[in-house]
């Protein structure tokens, strides 16, 4: 026989405090403590004691945020984790998903500069503990909202062993891009039920866990109810395996293996709020259907009628509907066979928290909670914010606010106005009516209002001494009428609400009298003898926004309005009807706002002292003459745009699809591979009808790599959509419909496809009178079908770097040789005859210096090879090429300049001026080692090559050579070096060439080191100029850059040397000076040099002393001679 285990599941919405008010209970015998979570642990410990058996129980409390204690205290709503964590013990909460919408709209409000009033963020950091996280499945957060570390979509609590789905209401969006931060229930518990299932498969156990496999249709949430006991406040249901209560489905199988699962995690879905009945059924059937369906499905908010006796579907899912209120303590027993891990026995007990707890419940724990709470009560008193100033504001208990306009009702519906254009600023929503109304139930107002002075928390709460939230929402101007008529029909009949407060007409409605803001009705009084007709009102006007002033209601215009949630609510108030609409579809919004604190935002932010006043906003008639409001109108006085509505007696505007049928997207794009599997890609698209009409919506024509996959009504389930798009759809009037649709590439050639698929809009029931104009809302789809991936090359743009750099090699070549030729131009035999044994001249260096300048300028070409070649290893050798080159050539450059310096400068007469190539030697190693430290921390990471894909053409790409963030930075130290020696070079030149008018052939020096400033210069910034994307335009920069460095260099150095003449034949010794500075025709001025060193003076070093003809010769050739 099979083990069984119980396990308690405990819900609580009570409030945190067991009292009305902050002063009541003040000790666990005080008659005044009612309900509170110490109740609710004092029921838990009766109920769920450990003592009668094997038991686990799981208390889920609510995250209590409305109650004036958490409003005053002050820690705020961080209280929670000190009273339900850290003093009960309870380690998980739920909360409505408002909670952290309105954090994420704080943060986005706070780095909004553009909007200037703001209320300081509220701190909810106490909140956010990983100790107490809040369970919300159908919400997702971004990482950028601070909840998102807190707040689980299933919860696994470890002692009972249960996987707790926590569904809250599906929020609707504020913004155009319809972004929400609430999902779809079924999805959600789907994909958490998928979740549970892999845990218990990772912890061995998936495969005893019953499984539900589908045939060939799907199940139900229909079941016969299982024979059930109701004893007070104990509904006792009781099912066994052995004796089923329904009957099996033929084309169901249920497979259940019996095995030891106590690890096992059970799942079970509490549903906090659903809008309708359709909704809660499709949950049903659509989880229970799942391969491992949770165990209970729970609807907290007790709406769901036909669950209210516990029911077991076909696939031993139950199903229980309890309403979970702050009144209520609602216990589940279950047992749970250990083998299945299904319920085999479901109990439900319920206690009223408003009843006195009886005595043998309130034991030393219970006297112990409540008063650790009284401490925490007495703190929330001593802080009572303040709001603001005000005059005395006249008691509001005296009842008139029942029956008649109010100074403190005004105060209220003026905050509810207030709040609700803020929400609109907030939310930029600049389509919003300028006419806006507010109003609220007069009977919710009490209180013995305050005196002049301070306004406290505490004066707002004694006026509404219970949390009241707001609702929003858009109605038509007859109906705003027919609420205010229906409102003042039957003023002075109320009486206080609650209770005894509430007012039941003959007809069994509740019907308060209003206090608005935004309007002024003049109506007759109860006693008037107009009293018979039809209705009372006499003028409504409604406060335009733009005129400044009251303008009269239109009845066929549409007015945003706020007021109290309650005025909403269809199982409080029989205003809901007429504000949601004749339809029945929802057009109003429940917001988690209080109207307390809306009122203390309103306080706070004015800058003056409140006044309270009476302004006629509410007038009572006494003239016997004046006429009823007529809400009919005559078919023939219906303007042009309407039409005739017979049962209303009304004139209805025509059906508008242009400005009230929306899509969600006009276009779409779609990309795909060639060559890939092609898998077909969907998208959706919505389309929203604002209108009061219905329509239909109708698609044709669609191109064969176009279906629609599936049709969704996001606002309803009312209708069946599986038929599209053979058979219209219809959209009601403020329905939203999601299509789904697919794009099957396999049949899309290679390139783009483009077709605009049409829906086409039609009305519902068409009316004659009104136009039958058609409609079509377009969705333009591209489809691009890449080609296969191909590589880009340069292809036969290489060429031009191959040309170019052969030219600069056959330059480079040709004039090493004619260097090689001509080297009897400066008295030696070869290139390395430059040593004498006690004197040198300059010119026997000059041919170094030129082979040094082709040298460099052939290794800088061959960075255009590197370039040419898309291979990884040209990353690497392009920049040592240009490098190395550039360093040969600067330190011939500057070499040289220090050698004119150095001759220029040197005294005559005192010694042999010695040049060599160590002067060449000696730059080429300063330069050379600074640059190669630089260039050898690349080969600790060498740069690699890469693909990058052409934009606008993804198949498309080319290679790159991409370097890390320290290699890029290597190659700007190096290219910052060259450039400051560039600069250096340039003002050694301009220095040099201008110490004496002698020397004016050192200029070609200059020149040439100025044509590479400013090739340089430009070509910087144009670099950046250039499209990143374009290899091309990248490539023939480069190439175009390091040529003209490299054509500019020899021309300027060599074009001066050959166009000179040729030495003419040698005079004899005792010609002037001045016949030597024209003989040699000169080279980089050094036949100035020699004209400087000899002129005024003999050859000979003294007249006495004979030089030998040999070194005379040799002086002439040479044209300089020193001696010691």
């Not at 410990?45 to 004036?68: C, F, K, V, W, Y």
């Not at 019953?210 to 249709?217: E, G, V, W």
């Not at 309007?519 to 006693?527: E, P, T």
Request: net charge negative.
């Amino acid at each position: 026989m099979s083990s069984s285990a119980t396990i308690n599941l405990i819900g609580c919405a009570a409030p945190l405090l067991s009292a009305r008010t902050l002063s009541d209970c003040q000790s666990a015998e005080d008659p005044t403590c009612e309900g509170g979570v110490a109740a609710v642990a004092a029921l838990a410990r009766h109920h769920a004691s450990t003592d009668n058996g094997d038991q686990s129980t799981l208390i889920i409390p609510r995250l209590d945020r409305q109650h004036e204690f958490v409003q005053s205290h002050p820690q705020g709503w961080n209280v929670n984790t000190l009273v339900l964590h850290q003093h009960f013990g309870w380690n998980v909460v739920t909360s409505h998903p408002s909670l952290v919408e309105e954090n994420q709209q704080q943060q986005e409000l706070t780095l909004d500069d553009s909007i200037q009033e703001q209320s300081p963020p509220m701190d909810l950091s106490g909140l956010q503990t990983p100790d107490m996280p809040i369970v919300m499945t159908n919400v997702a957060l971004p990482p950028s909202n601070s909840w998102h570390p807190y707040v689980q979509s299933v919860h696994f609590d470890t002692q009972t062993r249960i996987a707790i789905i926590a569904l809250e209401e599906e929020l609707p969006s504020d913004t155009d891009d319809g972004n929400s931060i609430s999902w779809s229930q079924v999805e959600s518990a789907w994909s958490s039920l998928d979740f549970i299932a892999a845990e218990n498969k990772r912890q061995n156990c998936g495969d005893s866990i019953p499984t539900t496999t589908t045939t060939t249709s799907l199940p139900t949430a229909t079941a016969t109810p299982p024979t059930a006991t109701v004893t007070t406040n104990i509904i006792r249901t009781n099912t066994t395996n052995d004796t089923p209560s329904i009957e099996q489905d033929a084309d169901i199988i249920v497979s259940q293996r019996s095995a030891s699962n106590n690890n096992c995690w059970i799942p079970i879905i509490l549903v906090y709020k659903n809008r309708s009945s359709q909704g809660f059924d499709r949950l049903v059937s659509t989880v229970s259907k799942h391969k491992h369906p949770p165990a209970l499905i729970v609807d907290w908010e007790g709406t769901q009628k036909a669950y209210n006796t516990p029911k077991v579907t076909e696939e031993d899912v139950w199903i229980v509907s309890q309403p979970m209120t702050s009144d209520s303590y609602i216990q589940f027993q279950m047992t749970i066979n250990d083998d299945t891990r299904r319920i085999d026995d479901l109990t439900i007990l319920s206690e009223d928290l408003m009843e006195p707890l009886p005595a043998e419940f309130k034991d030393s724990q219970y006297a112990s909670d409540i008063d650790f709470l009284r401490n925490l009560a007495d703190e929330a008193i001593a802080h009572d914010p303040i709001l603001g100033n005000s005059n005395a504001m006249p008691r509001a208990d005296t009842g008139q606010c029942r029956h008649q306009e109010c100074e403190i009702g005004n105060l209220f519906a003026d905050s509810l106005q207030w709040w609700q254009q803020q929400q609109q600023r907030n939310n930029d929503v600049d389509s919003s009516p300028a006419q806006q109304v507010a109003f609220l139930r007069g009977d919710s107002i009490t209180g013995p209002g305050w005196s002049f002075g301070q306004i406290h928390i505490s004066d707002i709460w004694k006026t509404l001494p219970y949390p009241v939230t707001v609702c929003t929402g858009k109605v038509s101007g007859l109906s705003l009428l027919r609420v205010l008529d229906h409102a003042v029909r039957h003023s002075g009949r109320e009486s206080p609400r609650g209770g005894n407060n509430a007012t039941t007409t003959a007809a069994g409605d509740l019907s308060p009298f209003l206090q608005v803001s935004g309007l002024q009705v003049v109506y007759f009084g109860s006693s008037s003898s107009s009293q018979g007709s039809s209705t009372r009102l006499i003028s409504v006007k409604v406060w335009d926004q733009n005129e400044r002033a009251y303008v009269p209601l239109n009845p066929l215009r549409l007015y945003r309005f706020t007021t109290e949630s309650s005025m909403c609510d269809e199982t409080e108030s029989s205003f809901a009807s007429l504000l949601g609409g004749d339809d029945n579809d929802s057009a109003t919004r429940m917001e988690s706002k209080l109207l307390q604190n809306i009122v203390g935002e309103y306080l706070q932010q004015l800058d003056a002292t409140y006044v309270p006043h009476v302004e006629d906003r509410l007038m009572e008639s006494t003239d016997e003459s004046a006429k009823p409001l007529n809400f009919a109108s005559t078919a023939g006085a219906c303007p042009e745009g309407t039409y005739w509505e017979g049962n209303d007696n009304l004139c209805q505007s025509c059906p508008n699809t242009r400005d009230h049928v929306t899509i969600s997207d006009s276009s779409a794009e779609f990309t795909f591979q060639h060559g890939d599997t092609l898998e077909p890609q969907t998208g959706r698209v919505v389309i929203v009808n604002r209108d009061l009409h219905n329509y239909l919506v109708t698609s044709r024509d669609l191109p064969r790599w176009f279906k629609f996959t599936g049709v969704d009504s996001l606002s309803s389930s009312r209708q069946s959509l599986e038929a599209w798009p053979e058979l219209p759809v219809r959209l009601a009037s403020g329905e939203e419909i999601a299509f789904d649709y697919a794009i099957n590439a396999s049949k899309v050639g290679v390139g783009n496809t483009y077709h605009t698929i049409f829906f086409n809009i039609s009305a519902y029931q068409p009316i004659s009178t009104c136009g039958t104009e058609p409609y079509t809302l377009p969705l333009g789809t591209l489809v691009q079908v890449n080609p296969p991936p191909a590589s880009v090359g340069l292809g036969y743009h290489s060429s031009a770097g191959f040309t170019l750099l052969g030219l600069i090699l056959m330059g480079c070549l040709a004039l090493a040789s004619w260097v090689f030729l001509k080297r009897e131009r400066w008295g030696y035999g070869t290139l390395e005859a430059g040593k004498l044994d006690h004197k040198f001249s300059p010119m026997p260096f000059q041919p170094i210096f030129l082979v040094a300048i082709c040298f460099g300028v052939m290794t800088m070409a061959f960075t255009l090879l590197a370039l040419s070649i898309e291979e990884a290893w040209q990353c690497l050798a392009a920049p040592w090429l240009l490098s190395f080159g550039l360093t040969i050539v600067f330190s011939a450059l500057i070499s040289n300049l220090s050698a004119a310096k150095k001759m220029i400068l040197e005294p005559p007469n005192e010694h042999v001026i010695q040049m060599s190539a160590r002067y060449l030697l000696k730059a080429f190693a300063a330069l050379f080692i600074v640059n190669f430290g630089i260039l050898c921390f690349m080969l600790l990471d060498p740069p690699t090559w890469g693909q990058k894909a052409v934009d606008d053409e993804d198949w498309k790409s080319y290679g790159f050579c991409d370097y890390s963030d320290p290699n890029a930075s290597l190659l700007i130290a190096s290219g910052v070096t060259h450039f400051l020696t560039l600069c250096y070079a340039v003002y050694q030149a301009y220095h040099v060439s201008n110490m004496s008018e002698e020397f004016q052939e050192l200029k070609t020096i200059m020149v040439a080191l100025c044509v590479w400033f400013q090739v340089t210069v430009i070509a910087i910034p144009t670099w950046f100029t250039i499209d990143k994307g374009s290899m091309i335009g990248q490539y023939y920069f480069k190439v175009v850059t390091i040529s003209t460095l490299c054509v500019s260099m020899l021309l300027c150095i060599f074009l001066p040397v050959i166009t000179k003449k040729f030495v003419p034949p040698v005079k004899t010794i005792e010609e002037k000076d001045e016949d030597y500075q024209s003989l040699f025709g000169g080279f980089m001025g050094f036949n100035h040099f020699a004209g400087s060193a000899v002129s005024n003076r003999d050859i000979h070093g003294a007249p006495d002393e004979e030089v030998p003809q040999e070194e005379q010769n040799r002086c002439l050739t040479d044209k300089v001679c020193y001696y010691q």
